[in-house]
């Protein structure tokens, strides 16, 4: 069974940072492709960056110049480092991951951590 755990979400004042954890575990093969999303109430859920196995990425326009993705492959973990925030940044932000394990190979979600940027 495999897992992705998200953290570091919570409450932060306009301008502020955060920095977002997704830690996988279980029955690992290896992880291909990693992705952070996110959801506001009322919206759909969408891109926010990605991450390839070779530290290849993409951004959201919304996103570039203030967030970083990264990712630690000894540790199975993604991050978002997330500076200058803004109250348009207020979601909940899932991770997804290419996962392959024994029985072939499939995306997963973690739960999500809430950010809300707001004073």
């Known amino acids: 069974q495999v897992r992705l755990v998200e953290s570091g979400g919570g409450l932060v004042q306009p301008g502020g940072s955060l920095r977002l954890s997704c830690a996988a575990s279980?029955?690992?093969?290896?992880?291909?492709?990693m992705a952070w999303y996110r959801q506001a109430p009322g919206m759909q859920r969408v891109s926010v960056a990605t991450?390839?196995?070779?530290?290849?990425?993409i951004y959201a326009d919304s996103v570039k110049g203030r967030f970083t993705i990264s990712r630690d492959n000894v540790k199975n973990t993604m991050y978002l480092q997330m500076n200058s925030l803004e109250a348009e940044d207020t979601a909940v932000y899932l991770c997804?991951?290419?996962?392959?394990?024994?029985?072939?190979?499939?995306?997963?979600w973690g739960q999500g951590t809430q950010v809300t940027v707001s004073s």
């Open positions: 279980g029955s690992i093969v290896s992880i291909g492709t």
């Open positions: 991450i390839t196995t070779g530290g290849g990425s």
């Open positions: 997804n991951a290419a996962i392959q394990t024994g029985r072939g190979a499939q995306f997963y």
